[in-house]
């Protein structure tokens, strides 16, 4: 096999396509006398097939060994062609292409623990599958010891004892995969019986929320008070409509009415206290101070 012709950019002449594989003829050779060219990979297969090393163009014997043809070669190298590296955007000459092949991106390099061949630009997506790398218990996590991501299948189903119960959230038991079912089995049977008196505590809250409203209700009748409506608030005659008179307003006429009637209570004390008759302050001082009557002389 030459190089396929859909690397290059532009389609090559005939003279420069190997007749055997139809591909560009690279590297070319010159198998016969007649200097007939093909690709160097198909001659090696040819020389080694039933035609025991015979030029399909002319039967003649062909050279051994081949050799290469420079002015074909340099020829096709001019051609410009792209990167041999899926994905990779680079486009140059066919002579330059080995090179820029060494530092590709996308060049593969193999895995230095699995060994397998990866995209270079590829490395971060290859650790995370790579058989060889060392990797976290996905159930145990620190619990378990690390293993490599090819033994963690064996681990999990055969070794690891943290597999965590996934019937009931909170749970906190941890066993094998073997016990799990179990397990999973009992402690979703605890939790139906759970919700089963769960179920049956809201319905007794239910009547009893039932008898306290039906017990408000009787209450409320007997005590006809409960629903009086709140008292009319007085408002000062002559006033307009209740909502019409501002909060101010009324406030101030209020105050005003309360002064008057205090003044006027205290107008009707004074008068009154005044028409009453007090006894003289002086005649009760004399009074006071007035010796007792002296002790009745002993009789003789
Ligand atoms: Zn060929
Ligand atoms: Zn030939
Ligand atoms: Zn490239
Ligand atoms: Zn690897
Ligand atoms: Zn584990
Ligand atoms: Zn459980």
């Known amino acids: 096999m030459g190089l396929g012709v859909e690397r290059f950019t532009t389609q090559l ?15 070319p050779v010159i198998v016969c006398a007649l200097e007939h060219q093909m690709c160097e990979s198909c001659a090696t297969e040819l020389r080694k097939s039933s035609s025991k090393g015979k030029c399909p163009m002319c039967a003649q014997t062909m050279l051994d060994p081949v050799r290469t043809s420079g002015v074909l070669k340099r020829a096709i190298e001019d051609y410009e062609v792209t990167c041999r ?24 390099i193999p895995c230095a623990l699995c060994k397998t061949p990866y995209q270079h630009s590829r490395s971060v ?3 995370l599958v790579c058989p060889e790398e060392v990797v ?24 690891c004892g943290q597999w965590q119960c996934r019937v009931v959230q909170g749970c906190d038991t941890r066993t094998s995969l073997a016990n799990l079912p179990a397990h999973e089995k009992t402690c979703a049977d605890a939790a139906a019986r759970i919700a089963k008196l769960e179920e049956a ?22 005590d006809p008070t409960r629903h009086a409506s709140p008292p009319r608030f007085d408002w000062p005659a002559g006033q307009p409509a209740e909502r019409t ?22 107008t009707l004390a004074a008068t009154a206290l ?8 002086h005649v009760a001082v004399l009074q006071e101070s007035a010796p007792a009557s002296p002790p009745a002389p002993a009789l003789a």
């Open 245 to 266: 008179v501002s909060t101010c307003t009324l406030v101030k006429q209020l105050l005003t009415r309360a002064t008057k009637r205090r003044h006027r209570r205290a």
């Open 274 to 281: 005044l028409a009453k008759p007090l006894p003289s302050p």
């Open 13 to 27: 002449p005939e003279h420069l396509h190997c007749f055997v594989c139809l591909d560009v003829s690279y590297p």
């Open 136 to 159: 976290l218990c996905p159930q145990g996590g620190k619990r378990c010891a690390r293993k490599k991501r090819c033994e963690l299948e064996k681990h999990l189903s055969d070794f």
């Open 85 to 108: 590296y899926t994905g990779c955007k680079w486009v140059g000459c066919l002579l330059d292409e080995p090179t820029h092949a060494k530092s590709c991106d996308f060049r593969e």
């Open 201 to 222: 505590l809201s319905g007794r809250n239910e009547t009893l929320a039932t008898i306290l409203t039906e017990l408000r209700a009787k209450l409320d009748s007997l």
């Open 125 to 127: 997506q290859h650790m």
